[in-house]
Structure formats: C-alpha cells, structure tokens
C-alpha cells in the first residue's frame, strides 16, 4: 500500500480520493455503459501515468482512489479524464460520431481529497459503497 514511486529527480506517493457524477446526477451509468467505462477510465489515466488503484462505479457517480505523479495537476488528469471518457461514450455506446457541441456526460465539478495515512479506511469505504447505496434505497422506499 505504501508503494513510492520515482521519476528521474523525484520520488513520490501522491494518492487522491475523488468523486464526480453523470450530468444532473442521472443514473445513467449501468448497462453497456458500465461495461466499458472502468476499462475506459484505466486507460486515460495510464495515458498520464495515473493508476487507478480502487474504483467503483455507482448508477449516479465514480468513486476512485488514483494515483497521480506529481507533475500533473488533479484538476488536469480528472479533466482528461472525463473530458476523454466522455467523448468514447457519445461514440461507443450513444452511437454519436461525434461529440456535439452542448452535449455533457459528467457535472462540472468533482470531489477529491489527499489521501496520507487514512488509505485503509478510504479503500474499505470505497468498497462498501453498493450495500450502502442499497441502504439507503431501501430507507427510501418506506418513508
């Protein structure tokens, strides 16, 4: 868990917790969609030298814990990230030949937080994410 990596002046550990959501926070992400974007989004980031380390993908939203050099930004690989993944999309499975213009996957924003110490803790909750989410669409349909 505590793998440091090197470039040719640096050795490094950055790691980041980050959340973003479909537009309007839509479930759109099940189905043939599904099936591509995990592959998807772990070959964008080794197109800048990130490693998704854990990942899930909800119905309504992505949570990864990645790997990320330091010399790109978060901002710049979440952005290719769902800058990319969102243009395969309107391609592979919306069939669109191109992505039009006004045509958005992804919200605007995303969540990510430095990951240190609380790795442990930030895996395991990434992996219990389904039988929260199940939760507490249960807690919902009897109120």
Known sequence: MNSIESLSHTSWGCKYHVVFIPKCRRKVIYGQIRRD?????????RQRESKIE??????????????????YSVAQVIG??????????ARQCLGKRRNFVGQNF???GYFVSTVGR????IREYIR????????????TLFQ
Do not use: C
Not at 82 to 89: R, T
Not at 128 to 139: G, M, S
């Open 54 to 71: 854990e990942g899930h993908l909800q119905g309504d939203h992505v949570h990864m814990l990645i790997k990320i050099p330091p010399k």
């Open 37 to 45: 974007l995990g592959e998807m989004l772990h070959d964008l980031a």
């Open 118 to 121: 609380d790795e442990k803790v």
């Open 128 to 139: 219990k994410q389904v039988a929260e989410d199940k939760r507490l669409d249960q807690i």
């Open 106 to 108: 992804w919200a605007r």
């Open 80 to 89: 290719f990230l769902k800058g990319k993944s969102a243009i395969q999309i």
